[in-house]
């Protein structure tokens, strides 16, 4: 029995060793070789060097002179990284369906859109609740706002727009995307000029 145990006892350290210490070290030894910036958290810092965020977390910009990001449901505010999760509610969810109703009024009453042209990551959350990226029909439909709360033409923003639209990985992968946090950025070094 003692040896067996023993025995048992080495197995589990080995193991430990191997999965808990050896093989996250390679992989992230792999990562931070193969791609520094993503591996750093992808981070986006200010022109005096201060983080501001990271492009692969979503977060909230309320003021209508910035794009708006998709609706999160990531903690009890929304957009906290520490809690990244979906609303778990369905189609038939009342709490879903005002939600919803509300955020599309408000999509209507800020951005001029009428009901049946808004898109749907307008008025709902992804799956994380931390989406850094918004459709490109979500953009150019806030891009007027924008444009007048700025002072700026449409025609300029609308190409921040497209310099900041990204198409689909590989050329078939996923969806053309904006990512909000660095428009926004674009957005104010432009203004700043």
Same mark, same amino acid.
């Given at each position: $029995?003692?040896?067996?145990? =023993?025995? +048992?006892?080495? $197995?589990?350290?080995?193991?430990?060793?191997?999965?808990?210490?050896?093989?996250?070290?390679?992989?992230?030894?792999?990562?931070?070789?193969?791609?520094?910036?993503?591996?750093?958290?992808?981070?986006?810092?200010?022109?005096?060097?201060?983080?501001?965020?990271? +492009? =692969?977390?979503?977060?909230?910009?309320?003021?209508?002179?910035?794009?708006?990001?998709?609706?999160?449901?990531?903690?009890?505010?929304?957009?906290?990284? $520490?809690? +990244?999760?979906?609303?778990?509610?369905?189609?038939?969810?009342?709490?879903?369906?005002?939600?919803?109703?509300?955020?599309?009024?408000?999509?209507?009453?800020?951005?001029?859109?009428?009901?049946?042209?808004?898109?749907?990551? $307008?008025?709902?959350?992804?799956?994380? #609740? =931390?989406?850094?990226?918004?459709?490109?029909?979500?953009?150019?439909?806030?891009?007027?706002?924008?444009?007048?709360?700025? #002072?700026?033409?449409?025609?300029?923003?609308?190409?921040?727009?497209?310099?900041?639209?990204? #198409?689909?990985?590989?050329?078939?992968?996923?969806?053309?995307?904006?990512?909000?946090?660095?428009?926004?950025?674009?957005?104010?070094?432009?203004?700043?000029?």
């Amino acid at each position: $029995m003692r040896r067996a145990l =023993l025995v +048992s006892l080495r $197995m589990a350290v080995v193991t430990i060793v191997l999965t808990g210490v050896i093989y996250p070290l390679v992989v992230w030894g792999i990562g931070a070789v193969l791609f520094p910036r993503q591996a750093s958290g992808s981070l986006l810092t200010s022109a005096d060097g201060s983080v501001i965020g990271s +492009s =692969l977390i979503g977060q909230s910009f309320a003021s209508d002179k910035y794009f708006h990001s998709r609706p999160s449901a990531a903690g009890a505010n929304g957009y906290d990284a $520490m809690a +990244s999760s979906f609303s778990n509610l369905g189609p038939t969810s009342k709490a879903l369906i005002s939600a919803v109703e509300t955020r599309l009024a408000e999509v209507v009453r800020a951005d001029g859109a009428t009901r049946g042209s808004v898109p749907v990551d $307008m008025v709902t959350a992804s799956a994380s #609740g =931390l989406d850094p990226d918004i459709s490109p029909d979500n953009a150019a439909l806030q891009t007027s706002r924008v444009a007048r709360t700025r #002072g700026l033409s449409v025609g300029a923003v609308k190409q921040l727009v497209a310099a900041h639209t990204r #198409g689909r990985d590989l050329g078939f992968l996923g969806e053309p995307r904006v990512n909000v946090l660095e428009l926004n950025l674009a957005l104010d070094a432009l203004s700043s000029k």
